[in-house]
């Protein structure tokens, strides 16, 4: 167990409806991120947030967005969605950004878009 | 853009025999992180080991080691003594200080009794 929780496991909805993946990060970590992992994709960074601000962003779409609260959970948005969102959503969290620390990963949300 | 390669799409295993998963980094960077992370069939990511660029010595964590060639830009995950709960897909992540990991594709071992 690595601490990082992720709610809910599975999620399942219709194209065009809009859904919110929450984080609970490690005890103590300000650092959040989020990564898709698609089939077609693999595994893709997402967007990072540090004591509530967030500080990079990847290949995440327009129609997505998070946010890190004062308690420094997150929540990730998803909206008009699309059969090709369909993904394991991952939240990870560490204590510090740079290079050489760790990021400890939640289980996962599993996204299914039909 | 940074780019982890990992040539092995799967391998076999004997159990109790020692197994090398392949990893190529490109950067241009002095200053970086690597990283191997398991995901088994239940889905989760399970962070193993890592070696940061200026560490001269290799990384080892129990029955992992990371072989680190710095001017090959590789770094190798050894699994030693291997166990049927190490089937699992395996990938290799770069960290720089731009705070996000790349991940290669991962390789998929299958440890036979």
């Known amino acids: 167990d690595s601490g990082v929780t992720q709610t809910p496991k599975h999620l399942i909805t219709a194209t065009g409806q809009r859904v919110t993946l929450r984080c609970s990060p490690r005890?103590?970590?300000?650092?959040v991120y989020w990564y898709q992992q698609s089939l077609d994709q693999g595994l893709q960074f997402l967007i990072q947030?540090?004591?509530?601000?967030?500080?990079a962003k990847g290949n995440i779409l327009e129609r997505f967005s998070a946010q890190q609260f004062p308690d420094l959970h997150s929540e990730l948005n998803l909206s008009s969605l699309e059969l090709g969102d369909s993904a394991l959503y991952f939240c990870?969290?560490?204590?510090?950004?740079?290079?050489?620390?760790?990021?400890?990963f939640g289980p996962g949300t599993r996204l299914t878009v039909t | 853009a940074q780019k982890i390669t990992q040539t092995q799409p799967g391998m076999f295993v004997q159990e109790k025999e020692a197994v090398t998963l392949d990893c190529t980094y490109d950067?241009?960077?002095?200053?970086?992180?690597l990283f191997w992370y398991k995901q088994p069939s239940s889905g989760e990511m399970i962070f193993l080991i890592y070696?940061?660029?200026?560490?001269?010595q290799n990384a080892t964590e129990g029955r992992y080691s990371l072989n680190f060639q710095k001017a090959r830009k590789s770094a190798n995950l050894v699994i030693s003594a291997s166990q049927l709960g190490d089937s699992a897909m395996y990938f290799c992540?770069?960290?720089?200080?731009?705070?996000?990991?790349?991940f290669g594709a991962g390789t998929t071992v299958t440890v036979r009794a």
């Open positions: 992540a770069m960290k720089k200080n731009d705070y996000k990991l790349s």
């Open positions: 947030y540090y004591n509530g601000e967030e500080r």
């Open positions: 005890s103590g970590d300000l650092s």
């Open positions: 070696q940061g660029s200026y560490d001269e």
């Open positions: 950067t241009s960077d002095q200053s970086y992180g």
């Open positions: 990870a969290s560490s204590t510090r950004t740079g290079e050489s620390y760790e990021q400890y």
